[in-house]
Nanobody, 124 residues
Framework: QVQLVESGGGLVQAGGSLRLSCAAS????????MGWFRQAPGKEREFVAG????????YYADSVKGRFTISRDNAKNTVYLQMNSLKPEDTAVYYC?????????????????WGQGTQVTVSS
């Protein structure tokens, strides 16, 4: 059984920074690609960032490119999302998820386990 637990969300002013963490339980974390998604009120869940099992490849939505950085520490079974220059439109619940197919990072269907989410609110 795999469990993903996000943390690090909160309230921040526009222009500020937050770092989200996603701790994974279970074995073989280092064998899987991971991703971050977000869902704002009244909107569909959308891809934010993805990272390959080794961390060598990363992928970003255009809306966050240059501001967010995804990384992972396989020794700690943790994936991170560093968010800088935050904007009010980044306000959403952020979810981490395990990519079971090592491709299709932008596609929710590529992910088999999801965390419960952490709220990020950016005030203007």
């Amino acid at each position: 059984q795999v469990q993903l637990v996000e943390s690090g969300g909160g309230l921040v002013q526009a222009g500020g920074s937050l770092r989200l963490s996603c701790a994974a339980s279970g074995r073989s974390f280092s064998s899987y690609a991971m991703g971050w998604f977000r869902q704002a009120p009244g909107k569909e869940r959308e891809f934010v960032a993805g990272i390959s099992w080794s961390g060598a490849s990363t992928y970003y939505a255009d809306s966050v490119k240059g501001r967010f950085t995804i990384s992972r520490d396989n020794a700690k079974n943790t994936v991170y999302l560093q968010m800088n220059s935050l904007k009010p439109e980044d306000t959403a619940v952020y979810y981490c998820a395990r990519n079971s197919v090592h491709r299709g990072y932008y596609d929710m269907g590529s992910y088999d386990y999801w965390g419960q989410g952490t709220q990020v609110t950016v005030s203007s």
